[in-house]
């Protein structure tokens, strides 16, 4: 190839080299389609693209028991692959089938050969990947294969990620298990302190303390509202407060435009509470805690701010990082759940050093798409 | 010593402006107030806010202005903007802050599911932000020309400024208490002078000369008064829904409930506001109806207690006054380049920027493209410029709105065809009559006035491509119906764990 030719502009490679692109091209558009799962709706979309990288006139994606979604002529023959699914979920081989097995009754039909292949995650077999042609030959059997290996690749990683999803969401639930158990113990011993010499506040005490382990149990959905999970901050800090007495002051400044705004549940709690254990019940003098709540425009911007004992910053980079040994409640979860839900640049912020006590910062999009509480 | 009294007053004004921008944040928020749910803003509070930043130089100069120069047909203006509120109550207001969308490009983006109507709805948001600010910085200008006879631009250029820096240095940022208050001073800087006006209009006994004129009473007179006047009420009583800093502040009620109470409170402290502009205009129709023939009918609110009082008191009052109108300037911009910057920053600018540079940047960009806006525009009335942004928040928001909470079918397709259609029919009309071109005889009153035809244009096309487009209604449309009209109080799953398109829903196995 003469050189002046690899220098015009618009020039995209010898024909091999862009049915190369064409073939990736097609397969990043059904990539993301794919790590939504093997589902009806992702199926309708990935069918075309899937009969154009095999060339073949028909072609069906189905689970295990149905066709889910079809390409191409004979559409009636939709209804009866099923001895071939059956045979396929069965095995977990491809299988070349002949019009005997999906006999439509029309003489003339062009479909006269299927090849069968599993779609598998995991080594079990998740529906199957059918190509219809008037003749099978070796070289398109190896191309379905190959092609059906992929989409069970494509799908495993959507697997993984409803893994990670759910991974996540186990851990809220944990969390919300997860009163600590010395909170209990020294919110309980604190309210026995009251009971005689103060009936009044001790009932109020436990009041609060019954609300309290009723938001943290009961409230269902991954969101609320910033306004809720405020409360139950309240709650739990004026157990704490009762507990400590003087040593702890509480500063909450909030900026009532963003009292409407949905957090992932359960988000500012962790940050208080570590606040509190590892702030400042750690520190001999009278320590403050500030929330503070900011209206940013189409943000809030959330500080739990404590002048306590501070910390090791690498130490908190690995608890953000998701360390188990470090004992910090939930840190690393909270972040992760902020990434999840609003993108990486949401993710937390912790300004601390020993002894120059601790600052975290949350911001949160008043809105963004999928997050209501 | 008028000029001193009114430079007096509007340096006050603006030195409390930019107090309030950069103190009052602290100030508004210094409680320590334990109780979380007692710092709710009531709909009281809210809605004195949206007041404070709903009433513009238009509603402050131009509807006496008006009612001035044409007589009765022009009490469709405050009437419009009144009404508009009505509408909003009754088909937007609670299902807007169920969707918890914060802006109306959030609410694009909530119903049809598309990021392409999204940035539509950004682009007209800045569309619309640019028109409204117009007639601020314009009023502006001629209200420091009238108070000190300044050149027209040096006004424009202070509020602009003044607006600038307070954003800009993060004061000034939608706080409620803030322009609640505002809300106060413009009534008080209106309804003070106003009463005084009256007593010494009795004292002067009760003149009522010029006001029985037949052109002026009498209402659709003119070459097609009819269609004009139908056109208004369409643009003002749709518009309203679409203004984006009106709808941003609705994120602030605690849920649907409240938000259909405020807007009850709104309309009836739009109900009082308005009675009084009106009264200027009667009154400048009195005692200043030479201001028609020299065509500077904006200024009759200022001019009115010179004429009828004269002396120190009229002073007083028209550096009351002054200090009125900027009031309204300044809350009104601020709140349009705020929203306006946020919008550039988030979908315009994009991520090029990081949050507060972009912001920075997206306010820049607002005013200065409002600046020379303003330049370019010729005389048109500081009213008619406003009504102008309310048709093109007609002719796009309100079919996206109206068809997004009540009819199932509308989708991304549909909506970005309407909205495009309406904002660029609506959009051109309302740029060529703001740089001055006129046209004879039907085609001059449909510029004048687009709404009567873009409005329902743009309904049409939403819906017509809406169902040719069928197949592709959004997915979610049943729960998103679900979430607009269903009162927070029942207890349902609204379904709030949505993956967006990285986080996968569970697969079919």
């Not at chain 2, 409930?257 to 506001?273: E, K, N, Q, Y």
């Amino acid at each position: 190839m003469p050189r002046w030719r690899l220098l015009r502009p618009g020039y995209l490679g010898t024909e091999a080299d862009r049915a190369t692109f064409r073939t990736l091209h097609t397969a990043t558009q059904m990539t993301s389609e794919l790590r939504t799962g093997l589902t009806q709706a992702s199926a309708e979309r990935c069918v075309r693209h899937l009969a154009r990288l095999l060339g073949s006139p028909a072609v069906a994606v189905t689970d295990t028991a149905t066709t889910l979604s079809w390409h191409g002529r004979g559409q009636t023959h939709a209804s009866l692959v099923g001895p071939l699914i059956e045979q396929c979920v069965a095995d977990g081989d491809t299988t070349v089938h002949d019009h005997r097995d999906f006999a439509c009754g029309q003489p003339g039909c062009p479909l006269r050969r299927a090849i069968v292949t599993p779609l598998t995650v995991e080594d079990t077999v998740v529906g199957t990947l059918i190509a219809f042609t008037p003749t099978a030959s070796a070289g398109l059997v190896r191309a379905a294969d190959e092609l059906a290996r992929w989409v069970s690749g494509q799908l495993e990683l959507a697997e993984l990620d409803v893994a990670r999803t759910s991974r996540m969401e186990a851990e809220v639930r944990a969390l919300r298990a997860q009163i600590s158990p010395h909170f209990v113990y020294n919110a309980l011993t604190t309210i026995a302190s009251f009971v005689r010499t103060d009936p009044d506040r001790a009932r109020g005490l436990i009041m609060e303390f019954a609300d309290f382990t009723r938001h943290s149990f009961q409230r269902a959905g991954s969101y609320t509202t910033l306004e809720d999970e405020l409360r139950s901050i309240e709650r739990y800090l004026s157990l704490e407060q009762a507990r400590f007495g003087d040593r702890l002051a509480v500063v909450l400044r909030i900026a009532p435009e963003v009292l409407g705004v949905s957090i992932p549940v359960l988000s500012l709690q962790p940050l208080v509470e570590n606040g509190v254990r590892h702030g400042l019940a750690a520190k001999d003098a009278p320590g403050t805690l500030t929330i503070l709540a900011e209206d940013n425009d189409y943000e809030a911007v959330i500080t739990v701010e404590d002048d306590g004992v501070g910390e090791d910053p690498e130490r908190v980079r690995r608890a953000l990082a998701g360390d188990e040994s470090m004992d910090s409640i939930g840190l690393g979860n909270v972040d992760e759940r902020l990434r999840s839900a609003y993108g990486d640049e949401y993710g937390l912020v912790v300004e601390t050093a020993p002894g120059a006590g601790t600052k975290v910062t949350v911001r949160v999009p008043k809105y963004a798409a999928g997050v209501r509480a | 010593m008028r000029e001193l009294a009114a430079i007096l007053a509007v340096t006050l004004v603006t030195t409390a402006t930019l107090a309030v921008g950069v103190f009052g944040l602290r100030v508004s928020r210094t409680t320590s107030d334990f109780f979380v749910a007692s710092r709710r803003v009531g709909p009281f509070l809210n809605a004195s806010a949206i007041s404070g930043e709903y009433l513009s130089a238009a509603s402050f100069l131009g509807v006496a202005g008006l009612v001035l120069l044409r007589g009765v047909d022009m009490l469709w203006y405050p009437i419009g903007w009144t009404a508009g509120y009505l509408l909003l109550l009754v088909f937007v207001a609670a299902p807007l802050r169920r969707s918890g969308a914060y802006t109306l490009p959030d609410f694009a983006e909530f119903r049809v599911e598309s990021k392409g109507a999204r940035q539509v709805a950004s682009w007209l948001v800045c569309l619309i932000g640019a028109l409204y600010l117009v007639p601020q910085f314009q009023g502006a200008g001629l209200t420091l020309s009238a108070l000190t006879g300044s050149p027209t631009w040096v006004g424009a250029a202070l509020v602009a400024t003044v607006v600038l820096v307070n954003v800009v240095a993060g004061g000034m940022r939608s706080i409620t208490l803030v322009q609640a208050f505002q809300y106060w001073i413009k009534l008080c800087a209106l309804l003070v002078p106003a009463l005084v006006l009256w007593l010494a209009w009795r004292g002067d006994g009760s003149p009522t000369r010029h006001l029985h004129a037949a052109d002026w009473v009498e209402p659709l007179q003119g070459p097609h008064a009819t269609y004009l006047t139908y056109s208004l009420i369409i643009a003002t009583f749709l518009g309203t829904m679409g203004l984006p800093h009106v709808v941003v502040r609705f994120y602030t009620n605690h849920d649907g409930r409240s938000a259909r109470r405020t807007t009850v409170a709104v309309l009836a402290m739009l109900s009082l506001f308005y009675l009084l502009p009106t009264a200027y205009g009667a009154l400048g129709r009195i005692y200043a109806s030479d201001l028609v023939a020299s065509g500077r009918t904006d200024r009759v609110v200022l001019i009115i207690p010179d004429r009828i009082l004269g002396g120190s008191g009229g002073t007083v009052l028209t550096a009351l006054l002054g200090a009125g109108a900027f009031a309204a300037f300044l809350s009104t911009s601020s709140g349009l380049v705020v929203s306006i910057s946020g919008v550039l920053s988030q979908d315009v600018l994009g991520k090029r920027f990081d949050g507060v540079t972009g912001f920075r940047l997206g306010s820049v960009l607002a005013t200065s493209g409002a600046m020379l806006l303003t330049f370019g525009t010729q005389g048109l009335p500081v009213a008619h410029a406003v009504e102008l942004a309310f048709a093109v928040a007609a002719s796009t928001f309100c079919p996206l709105l109206l068809l997004g909470i009540w009819w199932r079918g509308l989708t991304a397709r549909g909506a970005i065809a309407g909205m495009v259609g309406g904002g660029i029919l609506s959009g051109s009309a309302v740029l060529a009559v703001m740089v001055g071109v006129s046209a004879p005889g039907w085609a001059g009153a449909v510029l004048a006035q687009p709404a009567l035809l873009t409005v329902p244009v743009a309904l049409a096309v939403m819906v017509a491509v809406s169902v040719a487009d069928r197949a592709r209604v959004p997915a979610h449309v049943g729960r998103a119906m679900v979430r607009l009209h269903l009162p927070e109080a029942v207890e349902v799953d609204r379904g709030s764990f949505e993956p967006s398109k990285d986080r996968p829903r569970a697969s079919a196995t």
